[in-house]
């Protein structure tokens, strides 16, 4: 089992930055992906941006280069710089961990809203 803990979510006008933390503890193995998700009302889960333990990222085109995904592999974290925020960008954010098998695990997610 992998658990996931997000912080950093809050309130912020248009234009604005944010950074999300997520730390994972559990039976952590190398060779994961990690990343981050989002969930508007009423919209389906999205990808946000993913990162392999080597580092190699992708991301959302409606995010490039706005937000950055970076990762700790010694702290086992990820994290995600989100800059420019738009009020689209608003939407619960939910930590992702995938494990070299194929395990997928969730965080309980963190509220980011953006004021126009």
């Known amino acids: 089992q992998v658990q996931l803990v997000e912080s950093g979510g809050g309130l912020v006008q248009a234009g604005g930055s944010l950074r999300l933390s997520c730390a994972a503890s559990?039976?952590?193995?190398?060779?994961?992906?990690m990343g981050w998700y989002r969930q508007a009302p009423g919209k389906q889960r999205d990808l946000v941006a993913l990162?392999?333990?080597?580092?190699?990222?992708n991301y959302a085109d409606s995010v490039k280069g706005r937000f950055t995904i970076s990762r700790d592999n010694a702290k086992d974290a990820v994290y995600l710089q989100m800059t420019s925020l738009k009020p689209e960008d608003t939407a619960v954010y939910y930590c992702?961990?995938?494990?070299?098998?194929?395990?997928?695990?969730w965080g309980q997610g963190t509220q980011v809203t953006v004021s126009s």
């Open positions: 559990g039976s952590i193995f190398r060779g994961n992906t």
């Open positions: 992702y961990y995938r494990s070299t098998w194929g395990s997928t695990y």
């Open positions: 990162m392999a333990v080597d580092g190699s990222a």
